[in-house]
């Protein structure tokens, strides 16, 4: 039962992915606007890494552990994006850039190397009697949102179906919830290390999607005000994180 709850939870945090896309689909972002909201997301993650992932893998796992992860969590964005580059070459879209589908498709990388873990943790409170941290959900919920707003963009621009963005989406989403049911079942039994460990790799891999893709077309699209953005973000994802 509480491996079920404990998926349901991961789906709805992961959900907002799919708002995301919608709202893109529906109704189509102007260039700056859509910088801001990457801006924003970014602040958010930030966060997120800081609080949520590096200071919470330390405490229940120690630093090595999540230096592992983070630095595993950091080479396969890095490898998977390259990857993405190569097959973008070979013809995925046409258009090239900040508004490229390879920069849509590096964003989705994104968030499954960072939605999938953190729901994992997410399960893994739940089985460890913690209950649902408030805050928590509504960080991963708020983050998730710009991503599934630029990377939507990016896809759509590079010339994508609609439908195969949304299935795209949603297999984050479903992936998302089967880690947490996950986490909240079969790992829930393995050490502190291990959970250390995994908190670590999302860390890694928000962080390095973030200085590669996310930051410098928030720039690119929105100017300087992208930093307060930013910082707006980042402060109402560390207020969230107070209130636990």
Known sequence: MIALEAGAWG?????????????????????????????FGSGVLVSSVAYELVEEA????????????????TVVFYLGDNAIDSMGAEGIGSVK???????GLAIVLGAALDGVPESIVLGLTFAGGEGISIAFIVAVFLSNL?????????L????????????????????????????GS?????????????????????????????????????????????????????ALTLLD
């Open 146 to 154: 710009p991503e599934g707003i630029a990377g939507t963009t990016g």
């Open 186 to 238: 079969v790992l829930a039994g393995f050490g502190g290390e291990i959970h250390a460990f995994i908190l670590g790799f999302a860390g890694g891999a928000i962080l390095t999607m973030l200085a590669d893709t996310l930051i410098p077309e928030a720039f690119d699209h929105a100017g300087k005000q992208a930093g307060l953005a930013t910082t707006l973000g980042f402060g109402l994802a560390f």
């Open 58 to 73: 330390v405490r229940i796992g120690g630093q090595l552990p999540m230096a592992l992860g983070l630095a595993l969590g």
């Open 11 to 39: 789906a709805i945090a992961a959900s907002s992915l799919v708002i995301g896309a919608l709202i893109a689909i529906l109704r189509p972002i102007p260039r700056k606007p859509l910088g801001l909201i990457m801006a």
């Open 97 to 103: 850039g900040p508004e490229s589908p390879e920069s």
């Open 156 to 183: 759509m621009r590079g010339g994508w179906d609609r439908g195969r963005i949304i299935r795209l989406w949603l297999i984050v989403v479903v992936a998302s919830a089967i880690a947490a049911l996950l986490g």
